[in-house]
């Protein structure tokens, strides 16, 4: 894997390329900005105000200017306090809006964060068949920089530029209209190459916003296995990769910060053309009594203003350009429909259900291998507080019980009942509650121990927490730990054993206290004497609750009630151990390969 070439990023569909081409597809922001309307209203106003102020001191340096030659020292004194007065209203008014606008920003990106995380978690597994974990999480923490950025500064110094650029425009030419006129004929010219150029760059932004994701992916998914690349020393095949993937990140934006030099370059050049031939034009009638030298200072001055706001813009309009391909990113993960969605009204478990499970017919295959039959054909019913092995080889839908049951997947037919109801008419957190998982792998958070466990009841208390620890054989080395319960166990546990990791995830099962237990693999990580421990305490906790059992070592469900043979996504033989063994066939060629003939006798 690691010698592959790196994947390019998913081309979008021809819509969302289309899509991408408008910046309009910011609007997907107004939603998170509609409830802060009174702050958006404020921070606005404040814009306003300076603006409004920037453009009245160019008035206040022109009555200056020309008040020295006034003989009136009074009337030149009340020029120059106007002009503090009015920068010391700007100074405030920016402030009030750096404030306001950057509350704003902070606010709508950590909302826009909360969204998008609240809809990934909850979307079903074959979500994360289609993209990297990593890549979500770039745009979760990357592309919403990016928005923060814009929302709290591009925005609002675009739209207090485009103020200035309106309201400079207007005062030049009640200044001097045949100035004006010249420095009009001039803004088509600095625009065309702002929205000629403007369109490579978005183009360029989104490329260089997927290369830094699928960096960010290729980075994650080795990390999270480091272990594994150093113990078949892969650093380096693996650092290859990702030096690949970022040099494609750092090409695609060394193109986006070429094309967008040159609009500068090209923008800065023709703006203060602009500013010297009307300087020169200016000059030459103040030399003519047709304007006074405050006036010509005044017109230059919001010329200056006005160049700035143009270029101003130009710079913002990039921004906004990447703000605007990230913002689709991010839209994209809100707007992604689940397969496994739940139903508009869902029906309520009946009150008395113990944990009835039938599958009818079912078949299903798994999105990314459509050709393979994960099941195909299965029916089986489990009676409330039986205890239910599923055996055979790996692949042969075993597992694979255990993800349509907990609705991460839909059936392709048939139906699947709990209690009499239909699974997809019912929201999942309703059934899901009803039952404990011990996954194969058991996933440790980077908490303490003690947390660890009660993620699987988190209202328990301390006492039923270390009670859960003795039923699952964990007591003991946790104990053992430099804080006891209280020890940090770190990310994914790193800091524990593979046995420990199963024991807590044990654990963690028998304190939710589930009418359903689901154990997948659950001893296949412990040794001998925590096996027996283990199995003696899930024993006792599957009396009077129904239990399934997926498990390649047989020891683990020789007293299970029934036992279900898998092969090819079908069940292919049904009993007890004994009668199973007695049988023949698969399930005893698979006890032959595990006990000795007198352990299959006993």
């Known amino acids: 894997m690691a010698d592959t070439p790196p994947r390019p990023p998913a081309a979008p569909a021809s819509e969302e390329r289309e899509k991408s081409k408008k910046i309009g597809s910011l609007r997907a922001l107004v939603p998170f900005l509609r409830p802060y309307v009174l702050l958006l209203a404020a921070a606005g106003a404040s814009l306003v105000l300076t603006a409004i102020v920037s453009l009245t001191l160019p008035l206040a340096v022109r009555r200056v200017v020309d008040g020295f030659e006034t003989e009136s020292a009074a009337l030149l004194d009340q020029y120059f306090l106007a002009a503090l007065m009015i920068a010391v209203i700007l100074a405030f ?19 826009i964060r909360k969204a998008v995380f609240d809809r990934v978690i909850g979307m079903s597994p074959a979500f994360y068949e289609n993209i990297m974990t990593g890549e979500v999480l770039s745009r979760i923490t ?6 923060l950025s814009v929302i709290s500064s591009s925005v609002s110094i675009a739209l207090r530029n485009l103020l200035i650029l309106m309201g400079g425009l207007g005062l030049m030419l009640v200044t001097s209209p045949k100035l004006a006129g010249l420095v ?3 803004v088509p010219i600095i625009i065309l190459p702002i929205v000629f150029l403007g369109r490579r760059l978005r183009v360029l932004s989104r490329q ?13 998914e080795t990390l999270l296995s480091v272990q594994t690349v150093q113990a078949f020393t892969h650093e380096i095949p693996s650092a290859l990769r990702f030096a690949a993937v970022t040099e ?3 090409d695609s934006a ?3 910060i070429a094309t967008r030099a040159v609009m500068t370059v090209i923008v800065i050049t023709l703006v203060f053309a602009g500013i010297v031939s009307v300087l020169w034009i200016g000059a030459r009638d103040v030399r003519a009594d047709i304007m006074t030298i405050g006036e010509l200072i005044q017109f230059l001055i919001y010329a200056i203003m006005v160049a700035g706001s143009v270029g101003a813009l130009s710079e913002i309009w990039g921004e906004l350009q990447r703000a605007s391909g990230a913002t689709e990113r991010l839209v994209e993960l809100l707007q992604t429909t689940d397969s496994v969605a739940d139903p508009d009204v869902g029906v309520p478990l009946p009150m008395t259900g113990r944990g009835a499970i039938t599958f009818e017919d079912v078949r299903f295959h798994y999105p990314t291998r459509p050709e393979t039959a994960a099941l195909d054909g299965v029916s089986l019913t489990v009676k409330p507080g039986e205890t239910v092995a599923l055996v055979g080889p790996s692949g042969a839908g075993k597992s694979t019980i255990f993800q349509l049951l907990l609705r991460f997947y839909d059936p392709d037919s048939g139906r699947i009942t709990l209690d009499g109801v239909d699974l997809r008419d019912v929201r999942r957190d309703a059934f899901r509650a009803a039952m404990a998982l011990v996954p194969q792998d058991p996933v440790i958070f980077a908490t303490s121990a003690r947390e660890n466990i009660r993620f699987g009841r988190p209202e328990a208390s301390d006492a039923e927490v270390e009670a859960a620890a003795k039923a699952a054989a964990a007591h003991g080395f946790l104990s053992a730990l430099p804080d006891g319960y209280d020890t940090y166990v770190g990310e994914r546990g790193i800091m524990l054993s593979g046995g420990q990791k199963q024991r807590i995830a044990i654990a963690r099962a028998i304190l939710r206290d589930a009418p359903i237990l689901l154990l997948d693999e659950a001893t296949s990580a412990l040794d ?4 027996r421990a283990v199995q003696d305490a899930v024993a006792a906790l599957s009396e009077g609750r129904t239990t399934l059992i997926v498990a390649h070592r047989l020891a683990t469900v020789k007293q299970a009630d029934r036992i279900l043979v898998f092969a090819d996504g079908q069940i292919v033989a049904e009993g007890t151990h004994d009668s199973l063994v007695a049988e023949g066939g698969l399930y005893a060629r698979l006890a032959r390969l595990q006990f000795t003939d007198g352990a299959i006798e006993e």
């Open 184 to 186: 009009l004929l001039i």
């Open 528 to 531: 001998a004497e925590s096996e």
């Open 254 to 256: 060394k193109s986006r």
């Open 208 to 220: 260089n916003q997927d290369w830094i994701a699928e960096s960010s992916g290729n980075a994650s």
């Open 248 to 250: 494609r990140s750092f």
């Open 142 to 147: 990357t592309d919403t920089t990016l928005l």
């Open 93 to 111: 008014g920016t402030g009030l809006r750096y404030y306001l606008v950057t509350r704003l920003g902070e606010r709508v990106v950590a909302d």
